[in-house]
């Protein structure tokens, strides 16, 4: 595990998976990440790449060959991320492709994650390098950050939201039992920018979210200014999910989304797949910031 911190912030992420395990607000000692308990989700926060959710049949076509990678891709979980301590405000990891990788995802990727900190925020910088000399490469990327919710013992879980920057009129999609992308659109966000939670609203799955205006959502609660808000400005998809009956809730940016029903397989018609030229890079930010 490395850690870092300022006059306001401790971070620790955990050279496994690159994965986000604690934020720790120094001057209340308040947690904010989820703790990772096995019995209800053994996670604190993953980084998916390059897929997001699950592979109709566990496969995806390139060139008419057939390839597969784990549910969410396999950063999350991966042990052999190179990993250190850049400077006291930034932890940094790397992954790239070599003969294994090649076998489940054919390109020759570089993959790239700093976190950074500033002020009471943390910048999670995804860089993605494509070495290919010619050919371009397809891809998803998301986070998957999961927050303590609600913040403090004799709160509720309903006496939180999700608050939006704009007022959203925009649905959910249906999720099938093996994790695929239904064709039907579930009305969700009707003229509000307030998600209200309950403990019923993820009984069928993530709400995952297409066509939001808003590029900031914001755990909070009515009750004292405490919040956790996520700007996701390089991101077009949210998704927000836990497990029912869970206290924690995750707000989770996305490039791409799990394979819909109707999926050819073909990756680069995948939707929200991104496609990076050969001999080039992009860089897609979200940050995390404690309000309060």
Avoid at 38 to 54: E, H, N, T
Avoid at 210 to 222: E, F, Q, W, Y
Avoid at 239 to 265: H, M, Q, R, Y
Wanted: charged share 20%; proline share 4%; glycine share 6%.
């Amino acid at each position: 595990m490395l850690s870092i911190e300022n006059e306001f912030l401790k971070i620790s992420v955990q050279k496994t998976g690159a994965e986000l395990c604690s934020v720790l607000d120094k001057s209340t000692n308040q947690e904010y990440i989820w703790s990772g308990d096995p019995s209800v989700w053994g996670s604190f926060a993953p980084v998916l790449f390059p897929i997001i959710g699950c592979l109709k049949d566990n496969e995806f076509l390139v060139d008419g060959l057939s390839y597969s990678v784990p549910k969410h891709g396999f950063i999350r979980n991966n042990m052999d991320l190179e990993a250190r301590i850049l400077n006291e405000n930034t932890i940094k990891f790397c992954y790239k492709y070599n003969e294994n990788t090649l076998k489940n995802y054919p390109y020759l990727f570089e993959f790239v994650l700093q976190y950074v900190l500033e002020g009471r925020m943390i910048h999670l910088e995804h860089t993605i390098i494509n070495h290919h000399e010619e050919k371009p490469m397809y891809f998803s990327l998301g986070g998957h950050p999961g927050f303590n919710c609600p913040f403090f013992e004799g709160e509720k879980y309903e006496d939180y939201y999700i608050e939006f920057e704009q007022i959203e009129n925009d649905s959910t999609w249906k999720v099938t039992a093996d994790g695929l992308i239904d064709v039907t659109a579930v009305s969700c966000l009707e003229n509000t920018n307030r998600l209200q939670l309950h403990s019923l609203i993820f009984q069928n799955d993530a709400l995952i979210f297409k066509n939001l205006k808003s590029r900031k959502a914001t755990l909070k609660t009515d009750a004292h200014a405490l919040g956790v808000e996520v700007s996701f400005a390089d991101f077009n998809y949210l998704g927000i999910w836990a497990k029912p009956n869970a206290p924690f809730v995750c707000i989770e940016p996305w490039l791409g989304i799990s394979d819909s029903v109707t999926t050819t397989k073909d990756f680069t018609q995948k939707e929200g797949i991104q496609r990076l030229e050969a001999r080039n890079q992009q860089t897609f930010s979200y940050s995390i910031r404690l309000l309060g």
